[in-house]
């Protein structure tokens, strides 16, 4: 756990906060500055950076994050009407918080990324 680290310290309980998921290696949230109507971020327990500090060892890691997103876009009722799932990656990518975490976008129409 990064001490300063607002992902970690929500996984380690150090104040409460509405899991729509957790499962001991990952949990979901609402995000709090919301893109999109459905914003969720799916958050592994374990620290890593960012998705540019990945390797091949992590694709169970990143398996299950998938896999995990799209049973909260069926719980959200977006799963059949399409979704976004995205990475930002360091500070041009528009990553605020150096924990990885995959974006979880949908409930309407998204219109195309940068």
Known sequence: MASDCLFCKMAAGA???DKL?????????????????????????????????LTLDDGRLLGHMFATANRIADELEIGERGYRLTFNVGDEGGQTIYHLHLHLLGGGRLGPEA
């Open 21 to 53: 998921y957790e499962d001991g290696l990952l949990f979901v949230i609402r995000d709090i500055k919301p893109r999109a109507p459905i914003h969720a971020l799916v958050i592994p327990e374990q620290h890593i950076v960012s998705a540019h500090e």
């Open 15 to 17: 104040f409460a906060v």
